[in-house]
């Protein structure tokens, strides 16, 4: 199943969320395949990232957000986890790693364990480098104004404040990929 069929499946009752999703989720593809493009040392799967890119906020259907649209019952933070067990039941366990480590700048079991964040204790990091870029290039843009681009530093004031830690990995990524 590719990617545009996911989404119908999931999204079929609720064209306005579909519309916000495919709007965020297109920009972060369009994004991350730029900097694959501006750096093929890095030797990127190009096909992968769109798709990925394309799932990465699959889960938040399932949260609670009225603000874009998102009348599930689990907390937004969530998302990521719970897109990752809709690709894992879909047979897509690589782009599930994407939808579960993106969230922040990724999140280290200590941080989920001293935020008491209702996730998994686990490290949720993203650890390839398609992983890493797509994070990354989600950082720049928001499912409320979908419209525009965010600045790298008004992206690194976002990821600040959830903490220092994700602040680091984001500034490692701006090292790598810009």
């Known amino acids: 199943m590719n990617w545009r069929q996911i989404i119908d499946k999931y999204y079929s009752d ?9 709007r965020h989720s297109s920009a972060v ?9 501006r750096h093929p040392e890095l030797n990127l ?3 992968f990232i769109e798709e990925a890119a394309m799932l990465h906020d699959i889960g938040v259907i399932k949260t609670d957000a009225p603000d874009i649209k998102c009348y ?11 897109g990752a067990e809709m690709l894992k039941a879909e047979g897509m366990p690589r782009h599930a790693r994407v939808c579960e480590r993106h969230t ?3 999140l280290s079991l200590q941080e989920i364990v001293s935020r008491n964040l209702p996730l998994p204790h686990t490290d949720l990091l993203p650890e390839t480098l398609e992983e890493q870029v797509i994070c990354y290039a989600d950082k720049f843009f928001s499912k ?4 525009r681009e965010k600045t790298i530093e008004q992206a690194e004031k976002s990821v600040a404040k959830h903490g220092e830690e994700g602040l680091k990995r984001f500034c490692r990524w701006k090292e790598m990929f810009e």
Not at 72 to 82: K, Q, S, T, W
Not at 144 to 147: A, F, G, I, K, S
């Open 14 to 22: 609720n064209a306005e969320l579909k519309d916000i999703l495919l």
């Open 29 to 37: 593809a369009r994004k991350a395949l730029d900097i694959a493009d």
């Open 45 to 47: 799967d190009l096909n």
């Open 72 to 82: 599930g019952h689990e907390p937004y933070i969530r998302h990521g986890v719970l």
């Open 104 to 106: 922040g700048a990724g």
């Open 144 to 147: 409320t104004r979908l419209d």
